[in-house]
């Protein structure tokens, strides 16, 4: 029973989407970094050749995931995790500082970003702590236990500072619901956010008002033995202070580059060839390609160079230019098969920490995906994020791909599990 | 409800970046359009534009070079020498401060012009240094080189296109020349060619990687077409010559083509005034003279009372519609009563036929002659209607169809016009009968009158006037509707005794003293009332110098109408220069010198003078110089 072959209970659909991203990916970055000049497909001088290496490397990753027992990461999720919060506290000491950002390792040729990693040790940790038969997420001592494992990661990727990364992890709250977390925080944080889209777009006192009256209408049209005055009061109060100190912190905390994306998204005064220049520029390229693009290799934005950071964060712009909106619809589709895919499989895990574990991979990749392409369709801020398996980068590529495989181990294994 | 959150979240979150990519790329096709702003350039190649020539291959218009200098703020050095820069093109600072202010506001990264259209000398003394201006650019453009300081109204002028144009017409990109008036105007696309389009790959530098999709969609430049008039460069330049300090026009056509040999306006300018760097300063200083009106082309836009020339008319509609013969006689008492107590003066005395009716240009004979063609209906109406029918195919009243623009089409009253000014019927012939001598409510453009001129010595037809002689080398491609003859209603025979009497006007008539050694020409003077408005108040002007004409008598070669406003009357001004430019023309050499060194010395300024002077003045004076 026991060494009964991987190969046989693994699924191959999974994998099969996986291939197809990463040669999508690749195709995608060679159209993106290729030169003027004659080059061969395989020169490591290039960003594409370089993207090649990352691949194949990536080959051998998974065949050591798919080999060592399963059991490693539910006995050595804590270890993972302290080298991971190593790994992230040492940055403070020998990073590389770009741009006043700490979020590399440089050893020679190679750079490494722990973020990347702690993700997955991060995911490992929580799935590991809420597989506990003892811990019930009603409680409110475990609940702090649990934002605890996600939040001491994200404090210290704030002070790279990394906001990017840091969100990602927000996606995680939405596994702690799945485990249990009652509903009213989830509740809560939608409703903060709404707050906070509206304090920005109108005037504080406007959005203010509105509550007002809305908790006055909800008020009165409760019946009489159920209204509850003091918290009706209390609720007012906290959306009158949750408005009035995100009006605050736009003016007075935040700096001048984070204020300038939100800005444009929201179109307010922008100068499109400073601050406004990169997302101009991703939505002429995606909004030219049409019904079916430009053609591979063709696209005007993405030869001029017009683009910034196209092979990275901005890759998706190359497929909505050179494939338009049926190739954009492809791409998507393969993402949203992929997580679907995920969370299917989660559902079906026999143990507790698996699913978890399944959960996580599902929300982090849903939360690349969603953050990555609404900042270039200007439905969100600017804020860098790669998208699996299209972003150049080996750190990325190999942080998804050890993400994914994991689950995939996981669930190959599944039946070896009793 | 926890196990399908996370799986709705994922859907929704696609459904709504699916929406949103569906706008942005199928919807709102606007990045599109910046996309290609963005990345491609397009470069035109312009062809040269074609040149113009006269009838006898003379060139008129040809092309010369031009240099802008162009600056493209991003590029230029820090530490460029500014002063240098200004010396050597005669600049103030100010200038340059301001010039690549505006290229910065327009686009830093793309040349804009900074000084426009350079002469040789100029661009030699810049291109020499220019590699110490980083940042400055020369581009060559074609302006027009004029080989006569004549016939600007005929050619008409260059000028960048505007927006309307741009917007109604896809061809024409911002800073592209178009012509304007004239022939440049009507034959616009004749003379352009049509440009090459050559569209490059940019990066986001501005920097061109190469030909975009390797040239698929370039398209190489046509060569401008020349183009060959029908004017005659030295009776043009000789006729505005005789129109020293005079206000008015000459229309000389040839009557067997329809061809125009001068079309002469008064006051006009110098075409090369309006190329180079000067061009809007002038434009604007003559648009803004509303007195001597130098854009204003009198051929064709002025509309004058054609007073007596349109006595030709009167008597061959009288012998068409047979109320008179070539013998029936009026009494002239210097004048004649043609109602209770009206009575219309005339200078004659005596008995009067067609023949001395018209060489002494008697009102009384034509005012009858009028009356007796609308009298032979039994109402008014009819009759006036008959009569304007008879003018109307004379090409009257209505556009000639010329390719020039299109002019004013003059005023040939109809029953309709006059129902309207006296409505239940209160009118008769009487009450009209000053159009039997061009007053009245008819009025002519001087062209109108060249061509009806052109119809007489053609003996009832005419061609279209027009100013194109050949279209490239071959000449059979000019419009068909310059080939097509347009007969009058007048039957041939009638012509040729008003013929006679033309020709009577220079033996024995208001013309004789006008008369040329060995040209026997045909024509009647002219002179017509005119008013104008002064301080809001209806002023009598000294009368207009009309003459018309057509020689040789028997095989005419040319029909001339000249108007010369206020020159008093006919034979005074507009008689001689009739009788220089038929000479010029007929013998190409001028023998009538005193009177060639008289009217290309003297002029009208002190009577125009009279009307803007504020003082009250008197009409029909004497001359004095």
Known sequence: MKNQSVTNNIDWITILLYCLMVIAGWMTIYSASLPNEETSIF???????????????????????????????????????GLGIVLLAGLFVAGKTIKGQTNWYSFGGFSLQPSEFAKIATALVLSKYLSDVQINLKNINHQLIAFAIIGFPVALIMMQPDAGSAMIFASLTLVLYREGLPGWYLATGAIAIILFLLALLVKPLFVVSLALIIIILQFFLTRRAHRNPILSAIVFVAIAGFVYSVDFVYENVLEDHQKDRI???????????????????????IGSGGWFGKGY????????????????????????????????????????????RIIYLAERQKSKFSRTYGYCVASILFMHFFVNITMLIKLFPTIGVPLPFFSY?????????????????????????? | MRKSLLPIIIVAATVIIVARLFYLQILDDSYIKKS??????????????????????????????????????????????????????????EYFIQRVEKARVYSPRLPSVFLPQLNKREFAAFQEKIRRFKGFDIVKRSLRDYQTPSGANVFGYIA????????????????????????????????????GVKYIQKDRFNREIGSFKEGIYDTIAVQGTDITLSIDKELQEYGERLMFEKRGG??????????????????????????????????????????????????????????????????????????????????????????????????????????????????????????????????????????????????LGDFLGYDLPPGRKGHIPTAKYYNRWYPNGGWRSSTIISNSIGQGEVSMTPIQLANMMATVANQGWYYTPHVIKKIGKSGKNIDKKFRTKHYTTIDKQHFQPVIDGLFDVYNYGTASHLKVEGIEICGKTGTAENFTKIGGVRTQLTDHSIFVAFAPRHDPKIAIAVFVENGYWGSRWAGPITSLMIEKYLKGEVTQKAREEWITTHGLRSEYDKVTSGQPFKINQSYKP
């Open chain 1, 393 to 418: 980068g080996g750190s990325s590529l190999w942080a998804f791909t050890i993400l994914l495989f994991i689950f995939v181990k996981m669930d190959a294994n599944k039946v070896n599990e009793w």
């Open chain 1, 297 to 340: 290799l063709e696209g005007t934005q993405t030869k001029g160079g017009f683009v910034p950071e196209q092979h990275t964060d901005y890759i998706f712009t190359t497929v909505g230019e050179e494939w338009g909106f049926v190739g954009a619809l492809v791409v998507i589709g393969l993402f949203v098969t992929l997580l679907l």
């Open chain 1, 43 to 81: 020169d490591i001088g290039q960003i594409y050749g370089k993207q090649i290496l990352f691949i194949i490397f990536s080959i051998p990753l998974i065949m050591v995931i798919l080999t060592v027992d399963a059991k490693i990461y539910d006995k050595y999720a804590f270890i993972f995790y």
């Open chain 2, 250 to 395: 000459i229309v000389a056509i040839e009557p067997k083509t329809g061809e125009i040999l001068a079309l002469v306006t008064a006051p006009s300018y110098d075409p090369s005034i309006l190329v180079g760097r000067e061009r809007s300063k002038n434009y604007t200083r003559m648009y803004k003279d509303t007195i001597e009106m130098p854009l204003f082309d009198r051929g064709l836009l002025a509309e004058y009372p054609p007073g007596s020339p349109f006595k030709i008319l009167t008597g061959l509609v009288g012998l068409q519609e047979e109320v008179i013969d070539v013998n029936t006689t009026f009494m002239c008492h210097h004048g004649f009563s043609y109602g209770r107590g009206a009575f219309m003066k005339c200078h004659g005395f005596g008995p009067h036929q067609l023949n001395n009716g018209i060489y002494n240009s008697c009102n009384a004979y034509f005012g009858n002659v009028f009356k007796l063609t609308i009298d032979k209906y039994p109402k008014p109406q009819y009759g006036v209607d008959a009569w304007s029918n008879h003018l109307k195919s004379f090409g």
């Open chain 1, 263 to 285: 800005n444009v998204l929201f179109d307010k005064d922008v100068n499109q060839q400073a601050e406004g220049y990169n997302l101009n520029q991703s939505m002429i390229a």
């Open chain 2, 36 to 93: 290609d702003n963005n990345a491609i350039k397009i470069q035109y190649d312009y062809p040269e534009r074609g040149y113009i020539y006269d009838r006898n291959g003379k060139l008129l218009v040809a092309n010369q070079p031009s240099y802008d200098i162009m600056v493209t703020p991003n590029e230029m050095a820090k530490d460029l020498d500014t002063l240098e820069i200004c010396s050597l093109l005669n600049i103030t600072k």
């Open chain 2, 160 to 195: 960048q296109v505007n927006d309307p144009i741009i917007k109604k017409n896809p061809y024409y990109k911002s800073g592209d020349l178009i012509g304007k008036q004239g022939v440049e105007e009507m034959y616009e696309e004749i003379l352009r060619g049509v440009k």
